[in-house]
């Protein structure tokens, strides 16, 4: 008899604008793997994880089906998966966690010239679009039919050929829409990358779940979190606190042979910008530094 251990199965993009992200985040949570190029399955080394590098529309119906327990996923392309797909298990994933990258919007955007004025303007017009089920309900929602049609990408180039008056597309730095001459007209979703996981889950696959969340955690917190020390006059220490930003409890440090000054540590929990250092140099502080915080568990 052999010993088999039990493994949470992840299905992950495995090429694509979150495919590095995901690999990132996992690495950043101390688990590794190599892959080559053409691999679609791996297992990952010092976690129980094995990942499976899939097609990103694919991934929710991975997750549904069983054959992978989570899976990291943009909500556009989930929530687009529960409306066009005929697999009705979809509707019984749902969203652990969001995981702060692969931000974008999916948009409504216009040639020149074209004068929009509102979902009211589309009323009658040709649309182009990779999200027929999320552009649906949009139009829906907004009385106004339209005509769609369904591209499986470069949806940009449909109003310069004359296949469509607009396009529904995903933006996220605008360049696409601008190279092609087109302008973003209304936000009809908003998405990010997160973390899915199916009905059913054992304990055991569970438990390590619940250790990759923590982890996951732990990466998220300290990519929001910075350490800060400086010093400061004793009798500014209450305006300087109220200066820093998200830090409840700051440590207080004595500096050798001063009476007058401290040093003072704190994590701040929010940005800590160029404009947060001005605002501690004027409220008394002197030597700021700030660093970057590896990892953290409360
Ligand atoms: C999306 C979208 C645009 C581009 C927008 O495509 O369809 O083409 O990204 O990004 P930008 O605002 O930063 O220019 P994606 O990279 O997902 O590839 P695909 O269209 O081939 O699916
Ligand atoms: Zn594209």
């Excluded at 990132?24 to 499976?52: M, V």
């Excluded at 089920?133 to 907004?142: A, I, M, N």
């Excluded at 302008?183 to 998405?191: G, K, N």
Aim: hydrophobic share 45%; proline share 3%; with cysteine.
């Amino acid at each position: 008899m052999s010993f088999q251990e039990t493994r949470l199965k992840l299905a992950i993009q495995k090429s694509g604008r979150l495919a590095d992200d995901s690999r990132e985040l996992l690495e950043k949570c101390g688990i590794r793997f190599i892959k080559s190029r053409d691999q679609l399955f791996c297992t990952a080394q010092d976690f129980p994880l094995d990942l499976f590098f899939v097609r990103d529309d694919d991934i929710p119906a991975f997750v549904a089906s069983g054959v992978c327990q989570i899976g990291i996923v943009g909500q556009n392309v989930l929530s687009e998966e529960i409306l066009v797909s005929k697999n009705s298990k979809l509707k019984s994933v749902k969203e652990v966690m969001p995981l702060g990258f692969g931000k974008c919007r999916l948009s409504i955007a216009t040639p020149h010239g074209f004068d929009y004025r509102g979902a009211e303007s589309l009323r009658g017009k040709v649309l182009a679009t990779s999200y027929s089920g999320l552009l649906s309900e949009f139009l829906k929602d907004q009385n106004v039919e339209a005509e769609i049609v369904d591209m499986r990408g470069a949806v940009e180039i449909a109003p310069r050929v004359g296949m469509a008056d607009a396009i529904c597309d995903l933006v996220s730095t605008g360049a696409t829409l601008a190279v092609n001459g087109l302008s973003e007209a209304e936000v009809i979703f908003s998405s990010q990358s997160v973390l899915i996981q199916g009905l059913g889950i054992d304990a055991q696959r569970q438990e390590i779940l619940d250790r990759l969340i923590l982890r996951i955690n732990g990466v998220l917190q300290a990519q929001n979190s910075k350490y800060i020390m400086f010093h400061a006059p004793v009798g500014a220490l209450d305006d300087l606190c109220a200066v820093l930003p998200g830090s409840d409890a700051p440590t207080i440090l004595e500096l050798q042979g001063r009476d007058d000054k401290v040093a003072v540590h704190a994590v701040c929990n929010e940005g800590v910008f160029w404009e947060t250092m001005e605002d501690l140099r004027h409220a008394g502080a002197s030597d700021i530094l700030v660093v970057p915080i590896e990892k953290m568990l409360e």
